[in-house]
Structures are given as structure tokens and as C-alpha cells.
DNA sequence: GCATACTTGACAAAAATGATCGGGTATTTC
DNA sequence: GAAATACCCGATCATTTTTGTCAAGTATGC
């Protein structure tokens, strides 16, 4: 598993979809505006989630996404596979032992902590996320939804190493 | 934190000087051979392993590298941190509350996941690598220690994603 | 000492990926 | 038909990863 801002952009714009399907189909176009993501970059990432079958899509007028199920089955795993697709076979996979010591020598190390970083991703569900958030909302009750410049925040290249 | 190749590499060429510095110290041209990585880049990693006090150089010939703590002192987020430089302020650290609520929408998330990985890779210390690896060697007793094609397997672009 | 070979150290170029921009087409609602 | 939306594609810019080139330092043989 990969971790980097590709896999942040998702599932921010998963979470915003979670919030506002209610009112029916989220289009691409809000999403872009309320997080500051680039319209033809969301349609490259909702165009792999809808292949993998986390949402669902409803064109023409008052058309725009749903999520394909119910948020507490869809994992936080889930949607980063969708859109960083593994280069599957290229390596060593799982199955085969790597012979020839050397090679692949990191290999137990890369596939425990894969194995970690799977399961604490693969528990952490879009439900929660969008729980914590309506948390948050409910404090600040009445500011609007709508935040523009959300850029700086979100749109960072890369993870922070904390201790 | 950052899971990318570059990691990876730095890792697995900092088991191979630990398997290997008892000799003396260890020739970047040595681990670029045997374990497939490009001399250039290397000495890009050794330079910043180096400023992160992970490793000391000795010029010259029979010069190279050798580390700069007892290999349990070592852990595999300490390889990773130093080579990822994980570009500090420009984001909304883990201080700043990030009020604003779309803003960091997944500011916890995301930082729960640094920490627990964090938590995990320094708990992997290089003396537990390098044993885990000497057990393998000690299994194939007199197979030499040249591989020259390990390529295929280490330098493979991305993690995986396993269930 | 001095040349020479071995090694790190630093800078620049190339390749790959991440992200944005602009155009177009298909589909549905009105 | 007109407008709103997903969907697709190629071009472009930025960033990251990887490789290439050249310099600087240091031990060794003479």
C-alpha cells in the first residue's frame, strides 16, 4: 500500500460526497469548489472509484455521484486502493518466497507493516469519518459550508512524520 | 509520513551495511551492485542518512560507510525519516486545531494513521532486520552472497496492497 | 613529496509521476 | 432544442524519483 496526497484527495472528496448525498447526486463541480480540488482531477479519481465500484454515477441535469453503499461499508482501505492501483504483479507477490536471499530481503518488513496499515485503514469506515464531522459541524452551527480556500490545508504534497 | 520507494531502498541498503560493516567500512558501489540501486542515487540517501547522524563516511580507499549506532538503536522510521524529509511547515501541523471545519476534513484520520504507523516502524529496529536475515543466510550456508539481479524484486515502484 | 586510484560529495540532467487545463462527446432533464 | 452534467482525451506544468557527470578529499605506492 502507497500512502500520498492521491489517496488524501479521495477520501476528503469521499467524505464530502457522504455529507451531501442526501440531497441526492453530489456533482464533481461542488466537490472541486468546497475542497479545492481541481475539477479534471476529481473526474480522474471518481473515474477509478466508479470502476471499482465505490460510487455510482447519474448523468444529465441534477445528475452527479452516490456512493454505490452505505458508508459504513466502505473503508477508508478501500478507497485508496481504488485510485492507487498496485502495479499488482510486477513484484515478488506475497505468494511467491523469494529465493535468492538478498532479494528481497525487506520483503517480511513491507508486508507486515502493509498487512498494519491495511487493517487500521480497513477499519476505519466512511460512517465514522463523516460521525466526526458532523461533530464538528454541530459545534459551529450555523457557519456555512462553504470554504473556499481550504487549499493551503488540504492540498499538501505530502505526509508529516510525527512522533 | 511518507511510504514511498525511496524508503524502501534506503532500508534495505542500510541491512545490507549492517550485514556487512563488521568487515570494515562499506562501499556504496558495493551495495549499488549487489542490490541493484543506481550509485547516484544512493549517494543522494547516504548524504542525508549521513546529516541525520545515521551513518558515518570514511574517505578515501578502503573508505565508505559505516553506522553510526549499534543497529538496535536504529529502527526502520528513523531510515525512513531521514531520507523523506517531510517538508515541515507548509501544513496545518498537528497544533493548529484547523478550525475551519471542511478544512483538514480528515486531519484526524490522518494523523492517526502517521502515528500508528510511526509507532510501528520504530518499533522495528535494524538488529531485528539483520538477524531475521542472517537466519535466512544460515539456511543456505554456502550460497555466495552476489546477486547481482535482484532488480526485478527490490526495485519494483510501489507498495502493495494486500488483504 | 607526488602521482594515482578509490571514495565521498555536490550539481545537473533525464525520466516518471502528480496535478491542472482545455477541448470535445454522450446522456439526461427541462 | 438547450442546458447541465458525466465522461474521455491529449497537452501542459510541477514535483518527485532516478541517473549521469564532475569535483574534492584521502590513503597508498613509489
Known sequence: MRLTTKGRFAV???IDLALRQSEGPV???GISERQGI???YLEQLFGKLRRHELVCS???PGGGYTLARATDLISVADVIIAVDEPLDATQCGGKEDCRDEGRCMTHDLW??????MFEYLASVS??????????RLA????????FREARDCVSVA??????
Open 12 to 14: 476528503t472528496a469521499m
Open 27 to 29: 456533482t464533481l463541480a
Open 38 to 40: 481541481s475539477l479534471s
Open 58 to 60: 447519474v448523468r444529465g
Open 111 to 116: 508486508s507486515n507493516l502493509n498487512k498494519r
Open 126 to 135: 466512511l460512517a465514522s469519518l463523516v460521525e466526526q464531522q458532523r461533530e
Open 139 to 146: 459545534c459551529k452551527p450555523h457557519q456555512e459550508i462553504v
Open 158 to 163: 505530502s505526509f508529516e512524520a510525527q512522533a
